[in-house]
Nanobody, 123 residues
Framework: QVQLVESGGGLVQAGGSLRLSCAASGRTFSNYNMGWFRQAPGKERVFVAG???????FQSDSVKGRFTISRDNARNTLYLQMNSLKPEDTAVYYC?????????????????WGQGTQVTVSS
């Protein structure tokens, strides 16, 4: 079992920045592939960014160049630095973990999820 707890969400104006954190506990964090997803009201949960246990990162086209995923294995923490935020980035953001992710951009590939943190970007 892995427990994930997100933090760092909030209300920010368009163009601003936020850094989300995801604290993991329960198993060896460094062994897990990690992902950030988001879900806007009435919409499906969608992939934002991912980072494999080996360090390779990838982002969705909608956030490329604005969001950066990183991890600190010594602190068992995953981060999402979000810059140049837009109103369309408003959503609940979730972190997720899995040892094996056959389709890294699909929520179904991940075994463990946090409770989510709300990000609201005002125009």
């Amino acid at each position: 079992q892995v427990q994930l707890v997100e933090s760092g969400g909030g209300l920010v104006q368009a163009g601003g920045s936020l850094r989300l954190s995801c604290a993991a506990s329960g198993r060896t964090f460094s062994n897990y592939n990690m992902g950030w997803f988001r879900q806007a009201p009435g919409k499906e949960r969608v992939f934002v960014a991912g980072m494999r246990s080996g360090g390779i990162t990838f982002q969705s086209d909608s956030v490329k160049g604005r969001f950066t995923i990183s991890r600190d294995n010594a602190r068992n923490t995953l981060y999402l630095q979000m810059n140049s935020l837009k109103p369309e980035d408003t959503a609940v953001y979730y972190c997720a973990a899995a040892c094996f992710t056959p389709h890294e951009t699909l929520p179904s590939s991940y075994d463990y999820w946090g409770q989510g943190t709300q990000v609201t970007v005002s125009s």
